[in-house]
């Protein structure tokens, strides 16, 4: 690779070019290019105006979005938790099943557990020990 080369990948990586369209401008391998940026300190520069920066929905912190992935609403677990935990009217609940008592025969809708059987733990002892109580 010729000093000219080197300096045109430097410059195009600068421009914020990718290592694929670097190496079909300059006629070399992709690998090339990409070996060569990652031996040198060759970075590619992103422009400002990419980088888009939203606020935290519990505490107005702001957030730094990075492209290309999922947009961050809150700046951390504890935000996060708080800000559900006061919102549980906006959880969506996909995991809600509904079943009948084999003991008692009501209807009960339960979330999370598709595994369950009976409406209350009365309902459990009851049907389990024939009426007796758990006591």
Not at 47 to 58: G, K, R
């Amino acid at each position: 690779m010729t000093e000219n080369q080197k300096a045109q990948i430097r410059k195009l990586r600068a421009a914020g070019n990718g290592y694929g369209k670097i190496a079909q401008i300059l006629g070399m391998s992709t690998n090339t290019v990409k070996s060569f940026c990652r031996r040198n300190p060759v970075t590619k520069t992103l422009e400002e105006s990419h980088e888009e920066i939203t606020f935290c929905e519990n505490c107005g912190r702001a957030i730094k979005q990075i492209a290309k992935q999922k947009k961050k609403r809150f700046c951390c677990d504890k935000c996060r938790n708080e800000w559900w935990n006061a919102h549980l009217d906006q959880v969506k609940r996909k995991a809600v099943y509904d079943f009948k008592c084999p003991h008692c025969g009501t209807t009960f809708h339960v979330y999370g557990d598709k595994r369950r059987k009976y409406c209350s733990h009365a309902c459990y002892i009851a049907d389990r020990f024939n009426g007796g109580s758990h006591e």
